[in-house]
């Protein structure tokens, strides 16, 4: 492991705190470093690390017994773990408010963001797109959540509404969690993909009402995809 030196602490952490898992320096069922020997080697605080094994234990990664610390689970995931999928039962109707108010604003965006964006607005969205396209190749899903909502909010940037890029900063904050823990899924992760590239597209085409359009169908497929894990998990515990 290297010490962390990204903007996002929290996220570098659960990367190289899961690097270091699935190694075959520990194996499944025994206990890990102490949180103060992840904070010595990351030089980050112990908050951080604690968030980042809270997210590793979400993700199913980590266990986490009281009293005794933090154990490795698996290695290996097939699937979202019932961590994740509770978390979006538990938080179904916030969710849905978000994603419904991010309706409203991102379509807003995307509209003037056809009209205004200079070339260099089209060329940092589809950075965003790309970085984060190379972070699911790598499978690095705890960065995910932060190159998406980097991308939503370069198409915001590129509207060039003071207004409205505060307001989708708000609305981000708000939707930051849910967004983490939805692309610990790597179904839902892959679904933004192609959604990201023909929104990129009808940017660079110039085309309104494809991208918004686009932009409506991405945010409906973000919706069907928490009623699934909702649904999966009311199965799992009627199952």
Not at 18 to 28: A, H, P, R, S
Not at 55 to 81: E, I, T
């Amino acid at each position: 492991m290297n010490q962390v030196t990204r903007i996002s602490q929290t996220d570098a952490a659960v990367e190289q705190i899961k690097e270091y898992l699935l190694t075959g320096k520990i194996q499944v069922g025994e206990k890990l470093p102490t949180e103060k020997m992840f904070c010595q080697v990351l030089k980050v605080g112990r908050s951080t690390v604690r968030e980042a094994l809270r997210v590793l234990q979400v993700m199913g990664y980590v266990k986490m017994l009281p009293g005794r610390g933090a154990f490795l689970a698996a290695k290996q995931l097939d699937n979202a773990s019932p961590g994740i999928v509770s978390w979006f039962d538990s938080h179904k109707v916030q969710s849905q408010d978000v994603v419904e108010v991010r309706m409203a604003l991102e379509t807003l965006s995307i509209r003037l963001a056809v009209k205004r964006a200079l070339p260099q607005d089209l060329r940092d969205i589809d950075n965003c797109r790309q970085r984060y396209e190379d972070a699911l190749a790598k499978e690095e899903y705890g960065k995910l959540g932060q190159f998406d909502e980097a991308f939503h909010q370069a198409i915001a940037v590129s509207a060039k509404n003071d207004l409205l890029i505060d307001l989708n900063k708000s609305v981000s904050l708000a939707f930051f969690e849910y967004r983490r823990n939805s692309f610990l899924i790597k179904e839902h992760a892959a679904n933004a993909v192609i959604p990201h590239r023909d929104i990129t597209a009808a940017l660079f085409a110039r085309d309104g009402d494809l991208a918004q359009l686009l932009m409506i169908r991405h945010l409906e497929r973000i919706l069907a995809d928490r009623e699934t894990s909702i649904k999966n998990y009311e199965s799992l515990v009627a199952g």
